[in-house]
């Protein structure tokens, strides 16, 4: 598996952390999900580099 693939799923996983973190700190909700958004893709794209 390359390394970018291992870097995109990690990214995906720290962008949900800070989604989590924004809606603990009362943010906008358009801020939390373009960060989910983010996540998603980051991940989905790790994903299918790995296949």
Do not use: D
Not at 7 to 34: M, N, T, V
Not at 42 to 48: D, Q, S, T, V
């Amino acid at each position: 598996m390359p390394y970018w693939t291992t870097l995109l799923i990690a990214l995906g996983g720290l962008l949900l952390g800070g989604a989590y973190s924004l809606r603990k700190q009362e943010f906008p909700l358009w801020l939390q999900i373009g960060f989910v958004l983010c996540a998603v893709m980051a991940i989905l794209a790790g994903i299918l580099l790995a296949l």
